[in-house]
């Protein structure tokens, strides 16, 4: 395992990560950031300016850095030790990284229904939910699914997820990261849950365990068949 300065020379140049924000009333977060190492265990954390992010943290409040090394995924769990701006964090290593269990980043494609809206402004009154079911791309992260409108990065969604499995909906916004189109021509939407509370979060890996272990299942029976 390398030490926590051996970790530091991995942002000495910054490097684009993936941070677990503490959570609140609104839920956790889990973000794309810059992070840039600053000096010592000091690293800063640039989120982005899309939104402000001060009601989602504050000092010495802990969160998670996910990050790659030679393909291999990490954590570093660090304190804020300083809120430099609304967008801007200084934080702190405590220890050096663990390996990334996959369980914790892994994604899967099932069927669900889903129910979409763009978050409206304060004080408006928010539009009623776009209802569709469809193949998805899930993680506890966030989702891949295709939407009929355009959709530009940034934008912000409010979302119903009904789990497959349970028939149980949970409501949690998301952001987009990227569009793109598949090869049947529909465009796909990648949405980064940013308030969504814990337990759904688990509850949302726990449907994505056992759709795993659904499509192992299958495969079995397919080799038994031949």
């Given at each position: 395992m390398?030490?926590?300065?051996?970790?530091?020379?991995?942002?000495?140049?910054?490097?684009?990560?993936?941070?677990?924000?503490?959570?609140t009333?609104?839920?956790?977060?889990?973000?794309?950031?810059m992070?840039?190492?600053r000096?010592?265990?000091?690293?800063e954390?640039?989120?982005?300016t899309s939104?402000?992010?001060?009601?989602?943290?504050?000092?010495?409040?802990?969160?998670?850095?996910?990050?790659?090394v030679?393909?291999?995924?990490?954590?570093?769990q660090?304190r804020?030790?300083?809120i430099?701006?609304?967008c801007d964090?200084l934080?702190?290593?405590?220890?050096p990284?663990?390996p990334l269990?996959?369980?914790e980043?892994?994604r899967?494609?099932?069927?669900?229904?889903?129910?979409?809206?763009?978050?409206?402004?304060?004080?408006?009154e928010p539009p009623p939910?776009?209802?569709?079911r469809?193949?998805?791309n899930?993680?506890?992260?966030?989702?891949r699914?295709p939407?009929?409108e355009?959709?530009?990065?940034?934008?912000?969604l409010?979302?119903?997820?009904?789990?497959?499995?349970?028939?149980?909906?949970?409501?949690c916004r998301?952001?987009?990261?990227?569009?793109?189109y598949g090869?049947?021509g529909?465009?796909?939407?990648?949405?980064?849950?940013?308030?969504?509370?814990?337990?759904?979060r688990d509850?949302?890996?726990a449907?994505?365990?056992?759709?795993q272990?659904?499509?192992?299942r299958?495969?079995v029976?397919t080799?038994?068949?031949?």
């Amino acid at each position: 395992m390398e030490s926590i300065s051996e970790t530091m020379e991995h942002f000495r140049d910054g490097r684009t990560v993936r941070i677990m924000l503490p959570a609140t009333e609104n839920g956790s977060a889990t973000i794309d950031v810059m992070v840039r190492y600053r000096s010592g265990n000091l690293l800063e954390v640039a989120l982005p300016t899309s939104r402000s992010w001060h009601h989602q943290f504050h000092r010495h409040a802990e969160c998670l850095l996910l990050y790659g090394v030679q393909g291999r995924p990490f954590k570093l769990q660090t304190r804020i030790e300083k809120i430099l701006g609304p967008c801007d964090l200084l934080v702190k290593a405590l220890a050096p990284p663990k390996p990334l269990r996959e369980r914790e980043f892994f994604r899967v494609d099932m069927e669900m229904e889903v129910g979409y809206r763009p978050v409206a402004p304060d004080q408006e009154e928010p539009p009623p939910f776009q209802i569709l079911r469809t193949m998805v791309n899930l993680s506890g992260c966030g989702i891949r699914l295709p939407l009929p409108e355009e959709w530009s990065r940034f934008d912000q969604l409010e979302l119903q997820l009904q789990l497959p499995a349970s028939g149980e909906v949970l409501t949690c916004r998301a952001e987009v990261v990227r569009t793109c189109y598949g090869e049947d021509g529909v465009l796909q939407v990648a949405l980064q849950f940013y308030e969504l509370a814990s337990a759904d979060r688990d509850k949302i890996v726990a449907g994505c365990l056992a759709r795993q272990r659904e499509i192992l299942r299958n495969k079995v029976r397919t080799r038994e068949w031949h």
